[in-house]
């Protein structure tokens, strides 16, 4: 894996919980798809809100950025994404899907610099780049000081669902 | 008596089905195919850091083709029951145009026009299938700018008719919501000395608009020293069931080519896009015959293409200026600036 390219910034983080970071869009599977665990029943009736509200909540990413930069993104799953530009901001909203590298928080610190072209991802390593599941459609824009990130899963969707019924196709209930 | 909104729609959904699912019924080749699709050993090792932009659009124009041909390769694979006896001689090619439209009068209001192409090689299922990928409309005319399109591409599958320059397409227009589409269609080319002549002819169906034919003729003449002045005329009339009686469009244009992205372009078309640094003008006239005839508009356009980064990318620059009946006749002008990217699998494009 290539080395990266922050080291000092960590403390401004508040993604304190980031295990790796992905290195390229194409092919990457940056769903959370753990080993499903399996619960008892007790535990499942303790959960079951908790789990579908969160399940809900995968679905939708929605979040408001302040910094400096300009850049736009559009993502029709990861095999047709796109980035252009350079941010570095801060960021508030809904977090969208969770992934197997970054625990999903409503703020925290997002940044990255180049291309991306159906795919093919020509930006730069950082601890704050923000990660899209591979199903995900969004739009992003940032001008200037202030920008918007938005995207939904339909893969998402299914799994909020299921989970209805007490099933769980990603296998990411608590 | 049938809904026609149902007819069209079961037709929709039957050639979005013929389209992407052709022997979809085995699920583990479903699957290999989404793997092969998103396998990573065609991309080359990223940096961590890029040292400059140059080394972006390097990297980016190295790797795009790997991937999207490993993608086309494993749609090869899909399509012909993952039984690979040929592998591609020819690379697919891909192109991508970002253009961004100002109009002036508008005070310049801009309006972003990605477009996006490709010839795709499938040795495995040629002898049956082509796959084409494409921003151009089904019922396009000659002279129709980017952004005169509308929004979505073109998805779907074409076969051709062995020793005649017929084929026939079937696909899906990916857009909200999605349209079908079959397409006949019928283009050749004659040359007679420095004369180029290419008469085309397509009859169409679209699940939205109906019933639909083109009908056009474009003809060109190299002049001048090394044969690099063109001058030309491109006639079309374009009649369906969605249109305003028979709709027409007439063009003259004038050329000057230095320097050709393909050395043999003047044994096929002369387009702008052939171009890889000229400069050229386009008078256009566009109307509709219901009944009587009616002018539309008149269009006039200066177009500039020169090498921008390497040889992949192109800048166009073309101001124009329109003549619309509906607005009286009043000059509207704008300015189109784009980027024109090749990705060929070539060691330069």
Request: charged share 25%; proline share 4%.
């Amino acid at each position: 894996m290539p080395a990266l390219s922050e080291t000092n910034d960590t403390a401004l983080s508040s993604n304190a919980e980031i295990t790796t970071v992905a290195t390229n869009t194409v092919g990457h599977d940056a769903s959370f798809t753990p080993e499903k665990k399996k619960h008892n029943i007790g535990h499942k009736m303790l959960f079951y809100i908790p789990n579908r509200v969160l399940d809900l909540v995968d679905i939708f990413r929605l979040r408001a950025k302040v910094g400096p930069g300009i850049s736009g993104t559009l993502q029709l799953t990861s095999v047709a994404s796109f980035y252009a530009g350079t941010h570095n901001t801060v960021y508030a909203g809904l977090p969208g899907p969770r992934s197997a590298q970054k625990k999903p928080r409503p703020w925290g610190r997002e940044k990255q610099k180049g291309i991306i072209l159906f795919g093919v991802d020509a930006t730069d390593d950082s601890l704050f780049a923000p990660e899209h599941s591979p199903s995900e459609i969004g739009l992003g824009l940032h001008i200037l000081i202030v920008g918007v990130d938005a995207g939904i899963d339909p893969v998402e969707i299914g799994d909020f669902l299921a989970g209805i019924i007490g099933r769980d196709p990603k296998g990411d209930d608590k | 008596m049938i809904n026609k909104s149902i007819l069209r729609s079961t037709i929709s959904l039957m050639l979005f089905s013929l389209t992407v699912a052709h022997g979809a019924t085995e699920t583990n080749r479903l699957l290999s195919f989404k793997t092969a699709i998103s396998k990573t050993d065609a991309i080359k090792e990223k940096p961590a850091t890029f040292d400059n932009w140059s080394q972006r659009m390097d990297y980016i124009h190295d790797n795009f083709h790997n991937v999207m041909q490993s993608r086309t390769e494993a749609t090869d694979l899909f399509l012909a029951n993952g039984t690979e006896t040929k592998k591609q001689e020819v690379p697919s090619r891909f192109r991508l145009g970002l253009y961004l439209e100002s109009d002036v009068d508008e005070g310049f209001s801009l309006k972003f026009d990605p477009s996006f192409e490709s010839e795709i090689s499938l040795p495995n299922t040629e002898e049956r299938w082509k796959l084409i990928i494409t921003g151009k409309e089904i019922d396009e005319m000659p002279d129709t700018k980017p952004s005169e399109r509308e929004k979505g591409f073109s998805a779907g599958i074409q076969k051709g008719i062995k020793d005649l320059p017929i084929k026939l397409d079937a696909g899906v227009r990916i857009r909200w919501l999605p349209e079908g589409f079959l397409k006949l269609s019928w283009r050749t080319l004659w040359n007679a000395g420095n004369w180029s002549i290419i008469p085309s002819q397509k009859c169409y169906y679209e699940t939205d608009e109906g019933f639909g034919e083109v009908s056009a003729l474009s003809t060109y003449l190299c002049f001048g020293e090394k044969l690099r002045g063109t001058i030309g005329t491109a006639s079309a009339v374009r009649w369906s069931e969605d249109t305003d009686g028979v709709e027409w469009s007439h063009s003259l244009r004038l050329g000057h080519i230095s320097e050709s992205i393909e050395k043999d372009y003047r044994k096929k078309s002369i387009r702008m896009e052939d171009t890889a640094r000229g400069t050229g003008i386009k008078l256009a006239v566009y109307g509709h015959k219901n009944g009587t005839g009616i002018v539309d508009r008149y269009r006039l356009t200066f177009i500039h293409r020169r090498p921008l980064y390497k040889q992949w990318v192109y800048l166009e620059i073309a101001p124009e200026v329109e003549w619309q009946n509906e607005y009286d006749w009043d000059a509207e002008y704008t300015l189109r600036i784009g980027f024109d990217m090749l990705f060929w699998g070539t060691k330069t494009r």
